[in-house]
């Protein structure tokens, strides 16, 4: 991520370059920003180093394995597809609210529930509850880091966009729904194949 975004600025600093703006006029306008349009280093000075304290939070939650062990524990009474559904729900959720950022509940729900939904279930199925979950989740919870981006690039409070993300709030509920009816299926399928 470090190198697309340096990448991206070089880029951008070269093109302006040879596009006639004069090296003084650059370095103004990536310290203070384009007149009209905001930006600027001087602006995102806070979400820089929010940035750098949260993913230093997240190496550390990560390192010492902090949260491994309750997961764990939890998973070990599991038996049905919408139990598992809804505890990798909850599972991802409350480690959003831990996390500041979007990479973190991906690693650990993928790496603790992956052994147990391949045996249960299929990988399949665990890519289809976290991409429903996972993925959405940090967008919602307004300290997490992709929050806190939406919010700066649509240029609307956080609180104030979150009743109207939808998709956000409705495909958590899809999954489950869909949980139920493929459990269902299944002990049809079960009943009918003893009868």
């Known amino acids: 991520m470090v190198y697309a975004f340096l990448t991206s600025i070089i880029s951008a600093a070269v093109i302006a370059l040879f596009s006639g703006t004069s090296l003084p006029q650059l370095v103004f306008s990536l310290w203070h920003g384009i007149e009209g349009l905001g930006g600027g280093f001087l602006h995102m000075y806070e979400l820089l180093l929010f940035l750098g304290l949260a993913g230093a939070y997240n190496g550390l939650l990560e390192e ?10 939890w998973l070990q009474s599991s038996r049905s597809l919408t139990g598992d559904t809804f505890k990798t729900l909850l599972a991802t959720f409350l480690i959003t609210l831990i996390a500041a950022n979007q990479t973190l509940p991906i690693i650990l729900t993928g790496r603790s529930f992956l052994p147990h939904w391949s045996r249960n279930y299929g990988k399949e199925e665990l890519a289809r509850v976290m991409g429903d979950t996972t993925m959405l989740f940090p967008g919602i919870v307004p300290w997490s880091v992709l929050a806190i981006m ?6 609307i409070p956080i ?27 299944k002990s049809k399928e079960k009943q009918t194949a003893i009868v």
């Open 64 to 73: 010492m394995n902090v949260i491994q062990p309750y997961l764990d524990k």
């Open 159 to 185: 609180i104030e966009y979150l009743p109207f993300a939808l998709f956000l709030w409705i495909l958590p509920i899809l999954t489950m729904l869909v949980s139920v009816v493929k459990q269902t299926r």
């Open 150 to 155: 939406c919010s700066t690039i649509v240029g």
